[in-house]
């Protein structure tokens, strides 16, 4: 049941219309309980274009041209547009100024009172234009160890994550080694863990062989989710040998970033698919007709400290699951994943759980349904109560 009572406005990390990430399930499951504005990365008339023209560049283009408020279902959506480029100072000087009107117009139009702020990015910059009573930051992953993935500077992303901290009265994170990390810069944190989406339950479970899928040879190892050099390549070559007359396929988008070592892997044996990017609603299918479900990360600093989003939505696809790489998933034991330390007991994981894939079946679905993303919204909830149980709630001046 919605309650009118508090609404929360949310800075997202990534365009609401995109692939959908953990910002967009916390922000979908709230929807089911408050009013909710979802606050899209700032755009400019060039953005459609950065990576050249695509097939979503024509739908982009229209979004920059509507500075209207989208009505996406349970929420409202909003893109901010700057002037290019977005990351100059010069520029700069003049967008920030403009953003903070646009976001505050926003806000005000929609008749939020005093809402709730739930940032990935912007708090900084947008501290006190939605007249907020609370704000809440959200670190997901090692401020610098993605900058090569996303071809920022590290210092410029450790500096950013900085000010997000310091912005806001409450932080929050996603994985223990994320929450150790902060703890030992002296940040006091709150555990929000990902979870499975309920609403997709149905689709899931009515999922039906994918075309793709059809003419594919057996066992189907498959991975769902960004291509990008996270990723074991070594290992994902290995696994293509060691089950030859099987096939391994690659669900999600591949990163304008990644690697050509990354990419002459994927195209280095005939079993191997890369199928690329999906509907949210087609994902299901793909997840639940594999044999077996990867999460084939290299180690490094950056998935030491991630939490993937798709180990729930494996869980409840439920196939056997196999992961190196992410520390985050060393605490769960098999039925509901085998965590492998090494290649080769990757590959002999592998080999055991193709045995048959339908064991602890149920027990992984069960364990999804006890996770929800309406849990960690109920979660949030009573966070911002006992927040605000704490502080008489002063409403910061909305500023232009």
């Not at 005093?114 to 990015?121: D, E, F, H, K, N």
């Not at 009265?169 to 929450?179: L, M, R």
Request: with cysteine; hydrophobic share 40%.
């Amino acid at each position: 049941m919605r309650d009118s009572n508090r609404s929360y406005v949310i800075y997202g990390s990534s365009v609401w219309d995109g692939s959908w990430q953990a910002e967009h399930n916390i922000a979908y499951a709230l929807a089911a309980r408050h009013p909710v504005l979802y606050i899209d990365p700032a755009v400019s008339p060039l953005t459609p274009f950065r990576y050249g023209f695509k097939p979503e560049t024509l739908r982009r283009c229209r979004d920059v041209i509507d500075r209207g408020i989208r009505d996406r279902g349970r929420l409202k959506v909003f893109a901010p547009l700057v002037i290019p480029p977005i990351h100059h100072p010069r520029t700069r000087a003049w967008s920030v100024p403009l953003l903070r009107r646009q976001v505050g117009s926003a806000v005000r139009r929609l008749d939020f009172e005093a809402p709730v702020v739930i940032a990935w990015r912007l708090l900084p910059l947008l501290a006190g234009v939605a007249g907020e009573s609370l704000r809440l930051a959200v670190v997901m992953d090692h401020p610098s160890a993605g900058a090569a993935l996303m071809g920022r500077d590290p210092a410029a992303l450790e500096a950013e994550t900085r000010a997000l901290c310091e912005s806001a009265d409450e932080i929050c994170t996603t994985s223990y080694p994320v929450q150790e990390l902060l703890a030992s810069r002296g940040w006091d944190t709150e555990l929000v863990p990902f979870g499975f989406g309920r609403d997709m339950a149905p689709t899931f479970d009515a999922a039906s062989l994918p075309p793709e899928y059809a003419a594919l040879p057996r066992p189907l190892l498959g991975y769902t989710g960004g291509i990008d050099d996270r990723l074991d390549y070594d290992l994902i070559v290995a696994l293509a040998d060691r089950f030859p007359g099987g096939s391994l396929v690659f669900v999600g988008p591949v990163s304008p970033r990644l690697s050509p070592e990354a990419g002459r892997a994927l195209a280095s044996r005939p079993n191997i698919h890369v199928l690329g990017l999906r509907p949210r609603d087609q994902l299901p299918a793909f997840i639940r007709h594999l044999d077996l479900a990867l999460m084939p990360y290299a180690d490094s600093l950056w998935t030491r400290h991630q939490s993937p989003v798709k180990f729930w939505e494996y869980l409840y696809g439920g196939p056997p699951i196999v992961a190196t790489g992410c520390a985050e998933l060393r605490r769960y034991e098999a039925p509901l994943l085998s965590y492998a330390e090494s290649a080769d007991e990757a590959l002999g994981m592998a080999e055991t759980a193709l045995v048959d894939p339908s064991a602890g079946r149920e027990t992984r679905r069960a364990f999804a349904l006890a996770n929800t993303w309406d849990d960690r919204a109920a979660q949030i909830d009573e966070l911002v109560e006992r927040r605000l149980r704490e502080r008489t709630p002063q409403r910061i001046p909305s500023a232009a």
